[in-house]
T-cell receptor, first 121, second 109 residues
Framework: DADVTQTPRNRITKTGKRIMLECSQT?????MYWYRQDPGLGLRLIYY???????NKGEISDGYSVSRQAQAKFSLSLESAIPNQTALYFC????????????????????FGPGTRLTVL | QKEVEQNSGPLSVPEGAIASLNCTYS??????FFWYRQYSGKSPELIMF????GDKEDGRFTAQLNKASQYVSLLIRDSQPSDSATYLC?????????FGAGTQVVVTP
């Protein structure tokens, strides 16, 4: 089973609709991130969370909101989708939890989900 | 100016040769530096990270960091067709990652 899962994997929607993308992880990691990827622009950080009570804006948070429902779940919402939000969205996790006996948790290792391809018409 | 800059490529490399990828960053407070590989339509995978000046080797990969020049590079030795992918450079400061746009590498038989 995948350690970081994203639902849905693909979504086509219309301008003005509300959309929620969900991310779940079984790695026991503290930190979770949402990125979008556009051709030629690489990955850009939308929001990140270091624990359930800590939510931070990234470089492109306008038009997006997030919810950290539990340590393992981090959702991204588009309140009113617009065409320029068409992109590939990735969730990622790092640090804490399942580090193994005697091994310090490594916050440098970031694990990505499979991505959600969102198209806004 | 982007905070993390990479040549977009494509970088064409003969099979068995060394691929050399470069990355510059603007934030002098950056603490850790990363190389990810991303196949088309797939999610990024961490190759290696480095946080001290100098070289770090892992198998066929060597990362090089020069903080004074704000430069990080990746060498891929004995390039294989399976190394054809986009390579993303990233920097981290206080838990927040910033990525470059990536360099496409094409290994030719």
């Amino acid at each position: 089973d995948a350690d970081v899962t994203q639902t849905p994997r693909n979504r086509i929607t219309k301008t003005g609709k509300r959309i929620m993308l969900e991310c779940s992880q079984t790695k026991g990691h503290d930190r979770m991130y949402w990125y979008r990827q556009d051709p030629g622009l690489g990955l850009r950080l939308i929001y990140y969370s270091f624990d359930v009570k800590d939510i931070n804006k990234g470089e492109i948070s306008d038009g997006y909101s997030v919810s950290r429902q539990a340590q393992a779940k981090f959702s991204l919402s588009l309140e009113s989708a617009i065409p320029n939000q068409t992109a590939l969205y990735f969730c990622a996790t790092s640090g804490g939890g399942l580090a193994g006996v005697g091994r310090r948790a490594n916050y440098n290792e970031q694990f990505f989900g499979p991505g959600t391809r969102l198209t806004v018409l | 100016q982007k905070e993390v800059e990479q040549n977009s490529g494509p970088l064409s490399v003969p099979e068995g040769a060394i691929a050399s990828l470069n990355c510059t960053y603007s934030d002098r407070g950056s603490q850790s530096f990363f190389w990810y590989r991303q196949y088309s339509g797939k999610s990024p995978e961490l190759i290696m990270f480095i946080y001290s000046n100098g070289d770090k080797e892992d198998g066929r990969f060597t990362a090089q960091l020069n903080k004074a020049s704000q430069y990080v590079s990746l060498l891929i030795r004995d390039s294989q067709p399976s190394d054809s992918a986009t390579y993303l450079c990233a920097v981290k400061r206080w838990g927040k990652f910033q990525f470059g746009a990536g360099t496409q590498v094409v290994v030719t038989p």
